[in-house]
Every structure is written in structure tokens, then in C-alpha cells.
């Protein structure tokens, strides 16, 4: 009798040491499955997610910059204006030998102002570009590319819109005036004989002429980038809400809810 039990026992222990081994090493490499996964998202974290957060930042702030100094190119245009205006009307000031100091020293504040617009123009230009791809990067490797398209409808409707405003309010107060025409005028200023009746008269003209409008225009410059700015703020928050929920949903589930 317990002969014939012997090789019937003996299999037993044989599937069970087999189920266990076979078993651990399946649960093995589930176990590194899991921990693969894990490991791509702390990739799409360093390689994606912090890229895009440092990109933002930096675009962010050059684009601050840019809308403040077209309100500051508009003040200074004031402050030109005043200053002529009184170096004008003012014979001490005139007829001093020293004179030309104001407005060489209006034309070398302008002059760089000018400058700084036009790099900071051409930088927001390009790291908003660079931003907007790593944007869709993004969406790609989490998942999302449906919502952020949806989102980059909504921030395209509100962005050209403003542009359109732009493009119309800066019409209207440029109409006659050629940007250009006043950088020759304050050349002029410097090298003009200020004694001359007639010169006074024609600078003061060419000073009320083109003044108020370039003021005016660099205002709906400022107003209207600081419209786009808020707008790109907007599309940045909904989107670094998109693709921070889609990581953490996938940090989020457990062993067991990966495994099923």
C-alpha cells in the first residue's frame, strides 16, 4: 500500500516546487515590469516635464519684459516731447552753447531703448516657438495630444484676435507717420542751428506731427502684448495642469491596479 502512495506523493511535491518556482518567476518579472513602467515616467519627468517647466519660465519673463518696455519706449516718447517742447520755447536753454546735450542725450536713451524692443521682439519670438513644441511633446508621450490640440485652438482664436485689434488701432494712429522719419528728425535736432527762428518753428512742427501718434501707437503696442501675455499664461496653466495629472495618474496607481 504505501509503496503505491510513494510515487503519487512524490509528484505532488514535484508540481508544487514546480508551480512555486515557475510562479516566483513569473511574479519576478511582473515585479520588473512594473518597475520599467515606473521608470518611464520618472523619464518623461527629467527629459520632458522639467525641460518644458524651465523653457516656460524663461520665455515667460523675456516676454514680461517686452510688453513693459513698449510702455516705456511710449513714455519716453512723452518725456521727448516735453523736453523739446521746453528746450524750444525756453531761449536760456536755446542759446546755451551747451544745448545739443538734450537731445543727444534723448536720441542715445532712445536709441537703445529701440534696440532692447527689437531683441527682446525677436527672442520672444523664438522661445515661444521653442515652448510651443515642447508642448506638443508632450502631449505626445503622455497621451494627451486630443486636449492640448483643443487647447492650442482656444489660446489661436484669442492671440490673433489680439494681433487683429493691433493691426487696426495701430492704423489709425500711424496713418501718416513713418517710424523712420523720426529717427531722422531727432538726428536732425543735434546738427540743426537752434537761433533760427525758422528752424525752431519747423522742428516743433515735425514734433507735433509725429509725437503723440508714436506715443499713442506704442501704447496699443503695450496693451496689446500684455493681452497676448495673460493669453500664453493661460495656455501654460491648462496645459501644465493637463500633463501634470496624466503623469501623476500613472505614479499614482498602485502594483495591484497596474497588474490588472
Not at 512594473?34 to 523653457?55: H, L, Q, T
Not at 529701440?114 to 519670438?125: C, Y
Not at 489660446?155 to 513713418?178: L, P, Q, V
Request: some cysteine; glycine content about 4%; proline content about 2%.
Amino acid at each position: 500500500m504505501s509503496d503505491k502512495k510513494s510515487p503519487s506523493t512524490f509528484s505532488q511535491i514535484l508540481v508544487g516546487v514546480s508551480t512555486m518556482f515557475f510562479g516566483s518567476f513569473i511574479f519576478a518579472g511582473v515585479i520588473e515590469g512594473y518597475k520599467n513602467e515606473a521608470g518611464k515616467n520618472e523619464k518623461v519627468i527629467s527629459d520632458y516635464f522639467r525641460p518644458m517647466r524651465v523653457a516656460q519660465t524663461a520665455c515667460s519673463a523675456s516676454h514680461n519684459r517686452l510688453f513693459l518696455s513698449y510702455g516705456e519706449m511710449s513714455g519716453t516718447y512723452q518725456l521727448i516731447y516735453d523736453e523739446l517742447q521746453h528746450m524750444m520755447q525756453n531761449r536760456k536753454v536755446r542759446n546755451s552753447i551747451d544745448y545739443q546735450v538734450i537731445p543727444m542725450s534723448i536720441f542715445k536713451t532712445f536709441t537703445e531703448l529701440s534696440s532692447e524692443i527689437k531683441n527682446l521682439e525677436k527672442e520672444v519670438k523664438n522661445c515661444s516657438s521653442e515652448l510651443f513644441n515642447k508642448y506638443e511633446e508632450l502631449s505626445l508621450v503622455t497621451g494627451t495630444f486630443e486636449e492640448f490640440y483643443e487647447f492650442s485652438k482656444i489660446r489661436a482664436t484669442a492671440i490673433n484676435a489680439e494681433y487683429k485689434r493691433r493691426t487696426k488701432e495701430s492704423k489709425e494712429k500711424m496713418e501718416d507717420i513713418d517710424p523712420n522719419d523720426i529717427m531722422k528728425m531727432l538726428r536732425d535736432i543735434t546738427t540743426t542751428d537752434m537761433k533760427s527762428e525758422e528752424n525752431q518753428a519747423m522742428i516743433l512742427n515735425q514734433i507735433d506731427l509725429m509725437f503723440e501718434p508714436t506715443r499713442d501707437f506704442y501704447l496699443v503696442m503695450r496693451n496689446t502684448e500684455h493681452e497676448i501675455f495673460k493669453k500664453e499664461q493661460i495656455f501654460f496653466q491648462n496645459l501644465h495642469n493637463l500633463f501634470a495629472t496624466a503623469i501623476s495618474d500613472k505614479h499614482s496607481d498602485g502594483f495591484m491596479d497596474w497588474l490588472i
